[in-house]
């Protein structure tokens, strides 16, 4: 069995978009927990819960803490009291995606080859319709991020601790993210993009299993973002490196630039062209199709949470 682990925070947009495509993708539980989220999150979370196999496990009003723990106290629900073989985590603005199969039997099957976790490449989604830049639509358009950046920039560490880039941070570089064996690791990295164990964990890198991220959605909802980011670096005194995208991002909306910088993470068709025949981006059709598939589905398919809380 197969399980995801999500935090939330004002994600109302999006969720249940998210939560209907991964239970349709082979994922057999979502744990959550929210982070004091006041835009609806909650009510649709306690929909599905009600509903589905969706466990909201707790709703912590801190939301300076280090999610890492939360992620940890997650990944060890879903191994104690779920029971399930395999964990992975995401945000609410990610999806997991293999093009053939669904993600429990291709985890499954990678996972007889003898690993532990699963590093798969994440990328993040642009949007290719400049036009159609600061939407303030309840519900997300996902329809215009079509292309995943695929030949990414890498910033230097100089350019990280600068908070300097000379493009929009969409078209960097992003870590990977995990999928876990029960048993297998004690703690999950920050933004799980690793885990380490009571001994060295076996690896793979799965080919066919990747992370699609959209990174924006409207302004308003990105302006928010960035503000609580400020909370948590303040409370944090985070420096040098760390969160430095989201760094520069709070430095841009102290300096009035936010707008500017969402505007640019926006392409023209001409240039959208040129990146295609250069490889830099691909086409995300098949995301896209099954997107539009879910966001039409009923939830009633969805397998019902037992009272005893494990899966079976």
């Known amino acids: 069995m197969l399980a995801l682990t999500i935090s939330t925070i004002n994600d109302a947009d999006v969720l249940d978009l998210f939560v209907r495509y991964h239970f349709d993708q082979g994922v057999d539980a979502i744990v959550a927990i929210d982070m004091g989220s006041d835009d609806g999150t909650l009510d649709i979370l306690r929909q599905y819960e009600k509903s589905s196999n969706l466990f909201l496990i707790d709703v912590d009003r ?72 600061l939407l303030t639509e309840p519900k997300f358009n996902y329809a215009p991020f079509r292309y995943s950046v695929r030949k990414p920039y890498i910033p230097s560490l100089q350019e990280k601790e600068a908070l300097e880039i000379p493009l929009p941070w969409v078209l960097c570089e992003i870590g990977p993210k995990v999928i876990l064996r029960a048993g297998s690791a004690r703690t999950i990295q920050v933004g799980a993009h690793g885990a380490s164990g009571d001994t060295e964990l076996s690896r793979a890198k799965p080919k066919h299993i990747s992370v699609l991220h959209f990174p924006l959605r409207s302004y308003k909802q990105f302006e928010g973002k960035v503000v609580k980011a400020a909370e948590f670096v303040a409370a944090n005194r985070l420096a040098g490196n760390d969160a430095w995208h989201w760094r520069r991002w709070i430095r841009m909306l102290e300096n009035g630039q936010l707008e500017q910088e969402y505007r640019a993470s926006s392409f023209a068709k001409q240039q959208i062209e040129r990146w295609l025949e250069t490889g830099a981006i691909a086409l995300e059709n098949g995301l896209q199709d099954r997107l539009r598939r879910v966001s039409t589905l009923s939830t009633q398919g969805y397998a019902v949470s037992s009272s005893s809380g494990r899966l079976g």
């Not at 992975?88 to 003898?114: H, Q, T």
Request: aromatic share 8%; with cysteine; charged share 30%.
């Open 62 to 133: 801190e939301q300076n803490r280090e999610r890492s723990d939360r992620r940890n106290r997650m990944l060890r629900y879903c191994e104690d009291t779920l029971g399930v073989q395999w964990t992975m985590s995401a945000d609410p603005d990610e999806f997991w995606y293999c093009p053939n199969g669904n993600l429990r039997d291709i985890v499954e099957g990678i996972g007889k080859r003898g690993a532990d976790m699963m590093l798969c490449r994440r990328y993040n989604l642009i949007n290719a319709h400049p036009g159609q830049a």
